[in-house]
């Protein structure tokens, strides 16, 4: 309750300007954390509308896949037709060669978007509501930590400067080494945490999600 109390406080003094802000973050991994909020919100939109367009139940295996399929359905319907109208009427070769052809797509269909599900879906889906939430958690944990830092660091530069005038040095002077102790730990918290892997992949995130778009590209054409 007291170190939440401490960093209300000294977020209260950073806004007004009476107290140093530090900031931990290089200047592009401040720009990347920007774009951070609409790269989730594009993937998240691009996942879902991308899942809707799926023919096939997600997630299924190929065969189950085929059977709900609409080409399936047409394909089974064309050729039990032909089975009743026999290989030696006219009609009868035609629907057989157009189930064997709607078949042949059904494979095909289910195939690119078993291709689509793993090279393109899965991503922007672990992008989206892994990655990112993940990275947001740690960054939010680290203005907390930084927080603590300078809250620290403020409390002890006021013992200090208060032990200057004190008469009672000694009791002072204890506070003062104690703040400056626990200064020292919260920036070696800072410091653990600023080069978490989840920070650093701030900058990569961008970099792994470009050949994304590629594979569905190329699956489309």
Request: hydrophobic letters at 35%; glycine letters at 4%; a neutral charge.
């Amino acid at each position: 309750m007291k170190k939440q109390f401490n960093r209300m406080r000294q977020l209260a003094n950073q806004t007004v300007g009476r107290a140093e802000k530090t900031e931990v973050l290089s200047e592009d991994l401040l720009q990347v954390e920007k774009r951070l909020e609409l790269v989730k919100q594009v993937s998240h939109s691009t996942h879902k509308k991308l899942t809707a367009c799926l023919q096939g139940q997600q997630g299924a295996e190929a065969d189950k896949r085929s059977k709900k399929l609409p080409l399936t359905t047409l394909a089974q319907c064309l050729m039990e037709g032909s089975a009743i109208l026999g290989d030696d009427t006219l009609l009868g070769k035609m629907l057989k060669l157009c189930g064997e052809t709607e078949d042949k797509l059904a494979q095909e269909l289910i195939h690119f978007e078993l291709q689509v599900e793993r090279d393109v879906i899965e991503p922007l889906f672990l992008l989206a509501e892994v990655e990112i939430p993940n990275i947001q958690k740690q960054r939010k944990h680290l203005a907390k930590l930084v927080l603590d830092m300078d809250s620290s660091r403020t409390r002890w530069q006021q013992t200090s400067k208060s032990s200057g005038l004190s008469s009672s040095l000694q009791p002072a002077g204890a506070k003062a080494d104690a703040l400056r102790e626990e200064m020292e730990e919260a920036a070696n918290r800072v410091e653990i945490c600023r080069v978490s892997p989840h920070l650093f992949a701030l900058l990569y995130q961008d970099r792994q999600m470009s050949p994304t778009g590629g594979p569905f590209c190329s699956l489309e054409f």
